[in-house]
T-cell receptor, first 117, second 112 residues
C-alpha cells in the first residue's frame, strides 16, 4: 500500500478486556516496529520484526503484551487483560531494509489510540 | 546507552519568527539523527535526517546540522508559518541496534 495502515484507529476497552491492534506495513518492507506513545511523551520502542522473525522484544512492558507477524507482512499487537496504564497510542512503523544501515528511514502509521476504562 | 534530550515546550511564536528547537543526544557507536513532525491527529512524519557528522539535513525550510563535537542536532527555520504548528520529535538510531530513540517532543504553535 501507499503507507502504513493501522486499525482500529480508536479503541475503548474495559479493564480486563483483551485487544488486538493490526498493522499493514508498506508493501515489501522487511522491517516492522511497534512503539507505544503515552500522552505528552515521545514514542517508546516495544518490539521489532525482520520479516516474520521477532528479533527484539525487549520493550514489551509485560507478558500481557504479545506481537506476531506470521507471514512477514501484516502484524498484530495483542494486549491481554488490559489495564488503565495501557492507555496510549500504539504506533506501527516499517522500513525497507534490515538493521544494516542506521540511516534507513522508518515510516509510521497514524496509530491506534487505546483508552482503557 | 542511547538517549535524546530536546527542549521542553510549548513554544509559541509569531508568524515569520525564527525557530530553534534544541536537541542533544547520547549514543553508542555512530548514530543517524532524525527530526520527525506530528500534526494534530496524524502519525509521525519524517522531516529531515543526517547520517554522519557535519551532515546537514533540510526540508521545507527546516534545517539541522549533525554536530558530533557538541552531540547536538538543533532544528532551525528562518521564518515559521501557521502551518508549521505541530509537535516536533528529535530521534536517533544507533548503528548497533534496531531501535529509534525519541525525545519527548516539543509542541510549536505559530500565531498569525
Amino acid at each position: 500500500g501507499a503507507g502504513v495502515s493501522q486499525s482500529p484507529r480508536y479503541k475503548v476497552a474495559k479493564r480486563g478486556q483483551d485487544v488486538a491492534l493490526r498493522c499493514d506495513p508498506i508493501s515489501g518492507h522487511v522491517s516492522l516496529f511497534w512503539y507505544q506513545q503515552a500522552l505528552g511523551q515521545g514514542p517508546e520502542f516495544l518490539t521489532y520484526f525482520q520479516n516474520e522473525a521477532q528479533l527484539d522484544k525487549s520493550g514489551l512492558p509485560s507478558d500481557r503484551f504479545f506481537a506476531e507477524r506470521p507471514e512477514g507482512s501484516v502484524s498484530t499487537l495483542k494486549i491481554q487483560r488490559t489495564q488503565q496504564e495501557d492507555s496510549a497510542v500504539y504506533l506501527c512503523a516499517s522500513s525497507s531494509r534490515d538493521r544494516t544501515s542506521s540511516g534507513n528511514t522508518i515510516y509510521f502509521g497514524e496509530g491506534s489510540w487505546l483508552t482503557v476504562v | 546507552g542511547n538517549s535524546v534530550t530536546q527542549m521542553e515546550g510549548p513554544v509559541t511564536l509569531s508568524e515569520e519568527a525564527f525557530l530553534t528547537i534544541n536537541c542533544t543526544y547520547t549514543a553508542t557507536g555512530y548514530p543517524s539523527l532524525f527530526w520527525y513532525v506530528q500534526y494534530p491527529g496524524e502519525g509521525l512524519q519524517l522531516l529531515l535526517k543526517a547520517t554522519k557528522a557535519d551532515d546537514k539535513g533540510s526540508n521545507k525550510g527546516f534545517e539541522a546540522t549533525y554536530r558530533k563535537e557538541t552531540t547536538s542536532f538543533h532544528l532551525e527555520k528562518g521564518s515559521v508559518q501557521v502551518s508549521d504548528s505541530a509537535v516536533y520529535f528529535c530521534a536517533l538510531r544507533s548503528n548497533t541496534g534496531n531501535q529509534f530513540y525519541f525525545g519527548t517532543g516539543t509542541s510549536l504553535t505559530v500565531i498569525p
